[in-house]
């Protein structure tokens, strides 16, 4: 049974960093492609960054160069550093497998002052 587990969300004020982790098991981690999304109550949950098995990111437009995934085998980890949060940064953050409905359970991030 895949499972996937996000931790390391927070209340921060804007400026400032967390790094958000999420433990994959039950999956071979190292040829899965990993993403990370966000969503505010009451809008669709919107896609961030992603990264390939080879450890190639993409990100949203909006968090590029503020936002860097990163994957670390043999950890079955995904990670996610976010530094100069804005208040529009606030959400849940949720984890997934690109292929397969895998979802973690999200993490709540906070930004404000």
């Known amino acids: 049974q895949v499972q996937l587990v996000e931790s390391g969300g927070g209340l921060v004020q804007p400026g400032g960093s967390l790094r958000l982790s999420c433990v994959v098991s039950?999956?071979?981690?190292?040829?899965?492609?990993m993403a990370w999304y966000r969503q505010v109550p009451g809008q669709s949950r919107e896609w961030v960054a992603s990264?390939?098995?080879?450890?190639?990111?993409n990100y949203l437009d909006s968090v590029k160069g503020r936002f860097t995934v990163s994957r670390d085998n043999g950890k079955n980890t995904v990670y996610l550093q976010m530094n100069n949060l804005k208040p529009e940064d606030t959400a849940v953050y949720y984890c997934k497998k690109v292929l397969g409905d895998y979802w973690g359970q999200g993490t709540q991030v906070t930004v404000s002052s």
């Open positions: 039950g999956s071979r981690f190292s040829i899965d492609a």
């Open positions: 990264i390939s098995s080879g450890g190639w990111p």
